[in-house]
């Protein structure tokens, strides 16, 4: 059984749609990375994974649960998503604690005080900042929490919206090696967007390409490595990348 299955997936902003029949299937501990041009659809495809955009067609279901149009918590607790932005996506006036706590009221689960002492382990944040605002941690520390928030539920899923691309470049390794324990101790899987080709080969074992709404070509990050992209556009994207990285 797959972990996430997405078929024929259309999502539309009003009157606008901006992804076409995007169709994939990630394995259980699989991690799989959507890339593409800016304004390609990455992120829509994650935010209609996790109900955060809502008009859209096709089937999407997590370990075999379909999920419908509406708030779904069983589907939200299986698959969480973690954002770009740590700065934005805590709210500033909460201590960690309370932003850890949110989630169980949502949710309606207990053994708060213990998830949350596990999940602050799990990202490698030490207990005593357990109390303290987000304004009293480094960028990175702050993705951390946002990471141990997403954790705190005990998901199988986690969708991973450029989540270290707003991090200096001093911290991404951390938390990219952060993602990657994760991911081997928990047996999770992901669901990663990301402008870095980079960060694909060192977090994902697949990878499709998007264009403007439509995925153009799936491939092994193994394939990405040896220059075996067949598509003309992955094939850029790729060429771009290299770049950039000798640049
Ligand atoms: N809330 C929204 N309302 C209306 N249009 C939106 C909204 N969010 C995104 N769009 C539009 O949908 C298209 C796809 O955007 P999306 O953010 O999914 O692309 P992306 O590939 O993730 O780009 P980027 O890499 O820049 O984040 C873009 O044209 C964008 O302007």
Known sequence: MSALSVRNLSV???????THDVSFDVAEGESFALVGESGSGKSTVLRAISGLAR???????????????RVDRAFARQCQMVFQDPYGSLHPRKTIDATL????LIHGIGDRDRRIVAALEAVGLDRRYRFRFPHQL??????????????????????L????????????AEVLNLLKRLRREQGLTYVLVTHSLPVVSFLA??????RQGRIVETATVAQLRADELRDPYS???RRLSQGRATA
């Open 205 to 210: 074992d697949r990878l499709a390409v998007m």
């Open 101 to 104: 706590a949110e989630p169980f």
């Open 161 to 172: 919206d450029e989540p270290t691309s707003a991090l200096d470049v001093s911290v991404q």
């Open 235 to 237: 094939r850029e994207l």
């Open 55 to 69: 008009e859209w067609t096709g089937d999407i279901s997590a370990l075999g649960a379909p999920r419908g149009h």
């Open 12 to 18: 539309s902003y009003g009157d606008r749609r901006v």
């Open 138 to 159: 480094s960028g990175g520390q702050r993705q951390r929490v946002a990471i141990a928030r997403a954790l705190v539920v005990e998901p199988r899923i986690l969708l």
